[in-house]
């Protein structure tokens, strides 16, 4: 919208900057969560999910996931609901590592201080989006 306040015809570039976006989300959401699916099919003896290949990279695990985000990005057709859901999806674990770092680094003030303003500082992001009207 700001976008397009300042150049009329702005669509086909936020169009392709909000696509390269949400290309970047998927690909981190599909690296991340195949490498969490393959570690917890390893603690649990699953044979074909726990395999690596030659590379170390999950490949029956990272096959899956990309078909359930090719899935899912088939079954919407709403760019805006995604691109919301995705930021929220990515700072999901990143406020939980914040806490995890602050728990496991008891002994390190500097650690501490930081994780703690990251899942402050996600926290707030969380309250905002949760509580306000607009979003």
Known sequence: TAYGLIIKDS???VGMIGII???SAINAYIAGTSRVLQNISYQLGLPI??????????????TIVAIISILLL????????????SVIIILLPYFFICISAYKIFFDDYKTRIIS???AS??????AIYFTSPFF
């Open 49 to 62: 999910l726990k395999d690596l290949t030659s590379s170390a990279t999950p490949l029956v695990a990272t």
């Open 116 to 118: 703690s303003i990251g």
């Open 11 to 13: 669509n086909i570039v």
């Open 74 to 85: 088939f079954i919407s057709n709403k760019f805006g609901e995604l691109a919301s859901i």
């Open 121 to 126: 500082s996600v926290f707030v992001i969380f």
């Open 21 to 23: 976006a949400m290309l």
